[in-house]
T-cell receptor, first 109, second 116 residues
Framework: RKEVEQDPGPFNVPEGATVAFNCTYS??????FFWYRQDCRKEPKLLMS???SGNEDGRFTAQLNRASQYISLLIRDSKLSDSATYLC??????????FGQGTTLQVKP | EPEVTQTPSHQVTQMGQEVILRCVPI?????FYWYRQILGQKVEFLVS????????KSEIFDDQFSVERPDGSNFTLKIRSTKLEDSAMYFC??????????????FGEGSRLTVL
C-alpha cells in the first residue's frame, strides 16, 4: 500500500462548482497533515494544515478521519485560479513529510 | 516576505559529472530539507538536516549524494557522479519546526537538473 494515496484525476469542473478530493495514508502514527498546492513546474506551497476537528479557510475545507486514515479537501465556488495540482501531505513519525502523487484540478470557464 | 532561494535554476550536465545545487534557507529556520520531483511523478524526500547533521535520509540518498551547510547560510546538495536517472527538479525547503512537530515547509523554486 502506498504511504499516501490520491486519485490523480484530472478533475475538470466548471467555474462555481464544488469539488472534493480524497486521500488515504498508511501510517497510523502520522502526526501532521497538510494540503499543498503545486502549479505546473513550480514549487509546492502550503494551502492549509488539516486538524482532527476539521478546519475551514474561506472556500476551502479540510477534514481528517484518523480512524479511517483519510483526509479530504473541499473547494467551494471554484475559480479559474484554483486550477493546479493538490498534494496530500502526511508527516512520518520522524517528522519528514511524505507527499501523495497529487490530484490535478482544471477549472473551466 | 522571507523566502528560500535556490541556484542554479537549471543545470545541464554530462553523466558522471559532479553537480552542486545551492540553497539559502529562511534565515531563522533550523530544519532543512532536499526533495526531488522527477517529471510527472510525486515529490520525494531525499534528506533532512538539523543542527549541522543529517537527521534522516531516504533510500534515494545513497553514497553519491551529500549535503553540507558550509557557512551558516548556504545549504548545498552535491551529487558526485550524476546518472541519467538523477534528472529531476530538486527542491530545497526549510522549516522553523521539525521532528514530531513538523510544520509548514517553505520550498524554494527548485533547481532543474538535466543529465545527458
Amino acid at each position: 500500500r502506498k504511504e499516501v494515496e490520491q486519485d490523480p484525476g484530472p478533475f475538470n469542473v466548471p467555474e462555481g462548482a464544488t469539488v472534493a478530493f480524497n486521500c488515504t495514508y498508511s501510517n497510523s502514527a502520522s502526526q501532521s497533515f497538510f494540503w499543498y498546492r503545486q502549479d505546473c513546474r513550480k514549487e509546492p506551497k502550503l494551502l492549509m494544515s488539516v486538524y482532527s476537528s476539521g478546519n475551514e479557510d474561506g472556500r476551502f475545507t479540510a477534514q481528517l478521519n484518523r480512524a479511517s486514515q483519510y483526509i479530504s479537501l473541499l473547494i467551494r465556488d471554484s475559480k479559474l485560479s484554483d486550477s493546479a495540482t493538490y498534494l496530500c501531505v502526511v508527516s512520518s513519525n520522524t517528522g519528514k513529510l511524505i507527499f501523495g502523487q497529487g490530484t490535478t484540478l482544471q477549472v473551466k470557464p | 516576505e522571507p523566502e528560500v532561494t535556490q541556484t542554479p535554476s537549471h543545470q545541464v550536465t554530462q553523466m558522471g559529472q559532479e553537480v552542486i545545487l545551492r540553497c539559502v534557507p529562511i534565515s531563522n529556520h533550523l530544519y532543512f530539507y532536499w526533495y526531488r520531483q522527477i517529471l510527472g511523478q510525486k515529490v520525494e524526500f531525499l534528506v533532512s538536516f538539523y543542527n549541522n547533521e543529517i537527521s534522516e535520509k531516504s533510500e534515494i540518498f545513497d553514497d553519491q549524494f551529500s549535503v553540507e551547510r558550509p557557512d551558516g547560510s548556504n545549504f548545498t546538495l552535491k551529487i558526485r557522479s550524476t546518472k541519467l536517472e538523477d534528472s529531476a527538479m530538486y527542491f530545497c525547503a526549510s522549516s522553523g519546526t521539525g521532528g514530531a512537530d513538523t510544520g509548514e515547509l517553505f520550498f524554494g523554486e527548485g533547481s532543474r537538473l538535466t543529465v545527458l
